[in-house]
């Protein structure tokens, strides 16, 4: 079995056309070059992700991964293969933050919380604009932790610059959180 790498899309639930097609567009290239896609929640965000998943060839079963903050999983029904339910509102959060590579667009107070939890978690975050606390953090060393990284601003990124910029964040293999020292 071989594992897939699990790339979080978080950031507003609600976006516009322009910005639900770049997620989509990056999602299935993503799912091209064999990733999974993970996202948090219900919203224009979350199934552009999915349905821009499902559009590449490549994809199977298991490559959409919603983790939803109630416990119904019918938001997400029809969007994703792997429905978890959690009935854990914001708190799943720090399950999405545990991404391989996580990548925010837009954002408001729980994309803030998610970037928080990435940053803690030592995963890699990439911002690809729109507005909110995407942009606001792009290009910015959270604090103390890593002061050796930043959040890396691919806000004027074609589509392959992203996905090659994924893949280099993602073969950093960065230690994973292993508790508060």
């Known amino acids: 079995m071989i594992y897939k790498s699990q790339i979080a899309i978080i950031g507003s639930r609600e976006l516009g056309s322009k910005e639900l097609t770049l997620v989509e567009d990056i999602s299935k290239s993503l799912v091209d070059e064999g990733f999974r896609i993970l996202t948090g929640g219900v919203g224009s965000l979350q199934k552009a992700a999915h349905k821009g998943a499902k559009r590449s060839n490549k994809s199977g079963d298991g490559d959409t991964i919603a983790v939803l903050p109630g416990f ?15 009935g854990m509102d914001l708190l799943r959060n720090a399950i999405v933050a545990n991404s391989d590579v996580v990548i925010c667009v837009g954002g408001g107070s729980g994309t803030l919380s998610e970037i928080a939890f990435a940053w803690q978690l030592n995963r890699p975050i990439l911002s690809i604009g729109g507005s909110g606390w995407s942009s606001n953090l792009a290009g910015v060393t959270i ?3 890593f002061p050796d990284y930043k959040i890396v601003d691919c806000s004027d990124s074609s589509i392959d610059e992203v996905i090659d910029t994924v893949k280099r964040l993602n073969a950093e293999n960065r230690t994973r959180h292993a508790g508060i020292s």
């Open 143 to 145: 604090d103390h932790r």
């Open 72 to 86: 119904d999983p019918k938001p997400a029904v029809g969007f994703a293969d792997i429905i978890i339910p959690t």
